[in-house]
C-alpha cells in the first residue's frame, strides 16, 4: 500500500503525454499545514508544457483526477491539494501490516548481495573513543537496514592491531612499563605509557629512532616484540568485547590491520608492475596530481609500510573475498581524504569496483566544545559512560515505576539504548556535544522516550487481552488522530528506502520520534478502550504503533522493554 504511488498514477493517467510516472510521484510532496491535505502536487513544471499559468493548470487537473482514496481535491495557487479517504486508507494499511507484521516494509532490492562494512575499528592499545563508538553505531544500523532491504551485510571490525604506534608502546613499555600494572588495568596502563612517549618525546626527539625501531622489529617478526604485540592485543580485545556485549552487537569479522601483513608484499608488486610507484626522498609513494589528491604513501625509507598499503590490501582482499556490489567504511569525516586517496589508487590500478567503495563519513562528538585526544590523554571511557547512563536510567524508573520487575535489567537497555539513539538521531554529518544528562530523558527526542511509548502501547493490548488481529475482518478508522499515526504507518517502507539510500540511520531515528508522537497525541485524545464503533480498528492501530517502534528501534540497535 502506497497511496503516494497510487495517487501519482491517477495524475499519470492524466498527465501521462507530458510527466513519467516516477517524475509526478517525485514531485508530489507532503503540505506543510494539516488544512491543505495529505499530498500536494505543484504544477509549475506544466507550466512550459502547456504555456499557461501553474494556477490554471492545477485548477484545469482538479477537474479530471479521479482515485477511490482521494475524497476530494482543491487548488491553492500552483498546487493541487488532494485529501484521502481515510477510511479506505486506513483499510488497507493496517491490514498489510496485520498480515506482515514483522516482515512489513522489508524488500528484496539487495538481492542477496554482499556488502562488507568497515565499522567500529578501534586502536588496539588505546581505549575506545566516542567516534569509534559512533562508527560502531551507525556501522550496525546501516547493517541491520541493509538485511531487511535483501543485502547480506558483512560487519567488519577492522582492528587498529598494526602500525608506528606499537614500536612508541613496546619502547615506552620497556622503559616505563610493568608487566603487574598492565595486567591490573590493560588500557589505562597501556593508554598512560602511550601518553608519557608522546610527553617525553617532546623533550627527548631522539625516543622517536626508539619508537621506529621497535616497529621495524615487529614487521622483521621479532620473537620479544610480537609476544608484547600480541599480549597487548589480547587485552584490548577484551576489553572491548565488554562494550560490544553492551551494545548487543556481533561482528563477522575481526581481520585487522596486521591480517595484511603477509599480503601487502602482493600490493606493493601489483602497483609496481603496473608502474605506479614512484620514488620520492627514498619513500615509494603514488603520485595522484590528477585527482588533485596529495601523493599515497605507500612504503617509507626504511621499508615500513602504511595506514594506505593495509587498506589497499584490505579493499583487494575483500573484493575477492565478497565480490561486493557496494562496501563501505564507516569512518570519521577527517579521514575523507584517506578514502579518497584508496579509492584514486585502485582507480589508477584499473579496478571498476574502486566506485563501489564509499566512505559514510560522521562528525566529530566534542565534550565541553572540545575535541577529545587519545595523544593527550583526554578520552572519555565508554564503559563509564554506558555506566552512568544505565545508573540515570535505574535512577528515573525509581521515581516512575518502583515497582517494575527486572529493574536493573531493563535499566541497562534504557540507558545504553539512550546512548545509541542520541547517536543516531541525527544526520551523521552533525557534530554534537554529549552531556549524558540529555542523553537518558524519558522525554523529548530520545531512546528512552521511543522505548516507553512503546511499552505505554503494549499495556494497552494488556488491558484490552488484544493479542492477535483476525485478518480477514477489516479495520477502518475515521479521526483526525488516527490519520496523523496512520499516514506514518503507511510511511514506513518508503522511510527505510530512504535510509538505505542515503546510508542515514536518522531518517529511521526521526519516524520512531514522529510516531510516539503522533501515537501519544491518539492516546490522549482518543479513549481507546471505551466502547466505540472504531475500538476494533483503534486497538489494530495501537498494536501497528508497538510492531513499527519495535522495527525502528531494532534496526537502530536499541533493545525494546516490554515494561518500564
Ligand atoms: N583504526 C582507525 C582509526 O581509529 C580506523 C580504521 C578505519 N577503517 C579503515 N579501513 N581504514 O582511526
Same mark, same amino acid.
Given at each position: 500500500m502506497d497511496y503516494k504511488l497510487l495517487v501519482a498514477e491517477s495524475l499519470h493517467d492524466v498527465l501521462k503525454d507530458h510527466l513519467e510516472l516516477n517524475e509526478i510521484k517525485q514531485l508530489l510532496e507532503k503540505p506543510k499545514m494539516a488544512e491543505h491535505g495529505d499530498l500536494a502536487f505543484p504544477a509549475f513544471q506544466l507550466a512550459k508544457v502547456f504555456r499557461k499559468n501553474p494556477a490554471q493548470i492545477a485548477s484545469e487537473i482538479k477537474e479530471e483526477v479521479s482515485s477511490p482514496i482521494i475524497e476530494k481535491s482543491e487548488t491553492v495557487g500552483p498546487y493541487l491539494n488532494f485529501f484521502l479517504k481515510k477510511e479506505e486508507v486506513s483499510r488497507l494499511v493496517l491490514n498489510e501490516l496485520l498480515k506482515e507484521k514483522d516482515q512489513y516494509g522489508s524488500s528484496n532490492l539487495g538481492n542477496g548481495q554482499n556488502v562488507p562494512i568497515d565499522m567500529s575499528s578501534p586502536n588496539i592499545a588505546k581505549p575506545m573513543s566516542m567516534g569509534h563508538l559512533r562508527s560502531t553505531v551507525i556501522g550496525n544500523a546501516l547493517a541491520n537496514i541493509l538485511e531487511k532491504t535483501g543485502f547480506n551485510p558483512v560487519r567488519i571490525n577492522y582492528l587498529g592491531d598494526w602500525g608506528t604506534q606499537f614500536g612508541k608502546l613496546i619502547s615506552a613499555y620497556k622503559k616505563w612499563g610493568s608487566e603487574e600494572e598492565v595486567r591490573a588495568n590493560p588500557i589505562k596502563e597501556l593508554l598512560r605509557l602511550y601518553v608519557t612517549f608522546h610527553e617525553e618525546a617532546e623533550k627527548h626527539p631522539e625516543l622517536e629512532d626508539d619508537g621506529r625501531a621497535w616497529f621495524k622489529k615487529l614487521e622483521d617478526g621479532n620473537e620479544e616484540a610480537l609476544a608484547l604485540w600480541n599480549w597487548f592485543r589480547k587485552e584490548s580485545l577484551a576489553e572491548f568485547q565488554k562494550v560490544y556485549d553492551r551494545l548487543n552487537i556481533q561482528f563477522d569479522?575481526? *581481520?585487522? %590491520?596486521?591480517?595484511?601483513n603477509d599480503k601487502m608484499e602482493d600490493v606493493v608488486r601489483l602497483l609496481d608492475d603496473k608502474n605506479l610507484l614512484t620514488l620520492n626522498q627514498g619513500a615509494h609513494i603514488v603520485d595522484l596530481e590528477k585527482y588533485d589528491l596529495n601523493p599515497a604513501l605507500i612504503k617509507k625509507s626504511d621499508g615500513a609500510t602504511l595506514y594506505m598499503t593495509r587498506d589497499l590490501a584490505a579493499a583487494l582482499y575483500r573484493q575477492k573475498t565478497y565480490d561486493f556490489s557496494q562496501a563501505l567504511y564507516v569512518v570519521g569525516q577527517e579521514q575523507s581524504n584517506h578514502f579518497k586517496q584508496l579509492k584514486a589508487v585502485l582507480s589508477e590500478m584499473d579496478y571498476e569496483w574502486a566506485e563501489n567503495i564509499h566512505h559514510i563519513p560522521f562528525g566529530l562528538i566534542t565534550k565541553d566544545g572540545k575535541k577529545l585526544s587519545t595523544r593527550k590523554g583526554k578520552v572519555v571511557l565508554l564503559e563509564e559512560v554506558l555506566n552512568e547512563a544505565a545508573s540515570q536510567a535505574l535512577r528515573q524508573i525509581e521515581e516512575? *515505576?518502583? %515497582?517494575?520487575? *527486572?529493574k536493573e535489567v531493563v535499566a541497562e537497555q534504557v540507558g545504553v539504548g539512550a546512548v545509541v539513539f542520541h547517536d543516531l538521531k541525527n544526520d551523521r554529518l552533525n557534530n554534537f556535544d554529549f552531556t549524558i544528562e540529555e542523553v537518558v530523558q524519558f522525554e523529548g527526542e530520545t531512546g528512552p522516550y521511543v522505548q516507553y511509548t512503546r511499552a505505554r502501547a503494549l499495556s494497552i493490548l494488556k488491558k484490552a487481552e488484544k493479542s492477535s488481529f483476525d485478518v480477514s475482518e477489516e479495520y477502518t478508522l475515521t479521526d483526525d488522530y488516527s490519520w496523523e499515526v496512520i499516514k506514518l504507518v503507511q510511511e514506513f517502507p518508503e522511510t527505510l528506502l530512504r535510509a538505505y539510500n542515503q546510508y542515514e540511520p536518522s531518517v529511521i531515528a526521526k519516524h520512531a520520534i514522529h510516531l510516539s508522537q503522533a501515537f501519544n497525541k491518539f492516546y490522549a485524545n482518543i479513549r481507546v478502550l471505551d466502547e466505540h464503533p472504531e475500538k476494533e480498528s483503534r486497538l489494530a492501530l495501537v498494536y501497528a504503533v508497538t510492531e513499527l517502534l519495535k522495527q525502528d528501534l531494532t534496526l537502530l540497535g536499541v533493545q525494546t522493554p516490554d515494561q518500564m
Open positions: 569479522s575481526y *581481520n585487522g %590491520e596486521a591480517f595484511y516512575k *515505576n518502583p %515497582e517494575l520487575e *527486572n
